[in-house]
C-alpha cells in the first residue's frame, strides 16, 4: 500500500524557516511534488524534484526561497522554505506521481499525503 506521511508543519513568523518532510512508503517513485492549498483557493504546485536525476523545479512564488531535496535510503523528500511570508499560509501537501514526466499540475500525481499546516503571522 502507497503511503505518503508529511511532517515538519507549524507556526512560525514572517521571515523565519521550516523543513517539511516527506515519507513515502510502498512505491518509489520518479517525481515527488510539493503542493498548498490555502482556505479557499485552489491546489498550488510549489515545487518539484525528479528523484532519478535530483533536478528540482519551483513556482514563481516560492523560487530563491525554497529548496526541495531527497535522501534516498529514505525514500525522503524535504521542502525547506526560507523567509516565509504570511501569504506562505496553508495546508502544504506532498505527492508522488507514477508517470516519468515530472511537472507542477496536481493532475499528474497519483499518490498525496494527509498534508501538514503552516501558518505564517505578520
Known amino acids: 500500500q502507497v503511503q505518503l506521511v508529511e511532517s515538519g508543519g507549524g507556526s512560525v513568523q514572517a521571515g523565519g524557516s521550516l523543513r517539511l518532510s516527506c515519507a513515502l512508503f510502498g512505491y518509489s517513485s520518479n517525481c515527488m511534488g510539493w503542493f498548498r492549498q490555502a482556505p479557499g483557493k485552489e491546489r498550488e504546485g510549489v515545487a518539484y524534484?525528479?528523484?532519478?536525476?535530483?533536478?528540482?523545479y519551483y513556482a514563481d512564488s516560492v523560487k530563491g526561497r525554497s529548496s526541495i531535496s531527497q535522501d534516498n535510503a529514505k525514500n525522503t523528500v524535504y521542502l525547506l522554505m526560507n523567509s516565509l511570508k504570511p501569504e506562505d499560509t496553508a495546508m502544504y501537501y506532498c505527492?508522488?506521481?507514477?508517470?516519468?514526466?515530472?511537472?507542477?499540475?496536481?493532475?499528474?500525481?497519483?499518490?498525496w499525503g494527509q498534508g501538514t499546516q503552516v501558518t505564517v503571522s505578520s
Open positions: 505527492a508522488a506521481s507514477l508517470g516519468r514526466w515530472c511537472s507542477l499540475l496536481k493532475y499528474n500525481y497519483n499518490y
Open positions: 524534484i525528479v528523484t532519478s536525476t535530483g533536478s528540482t
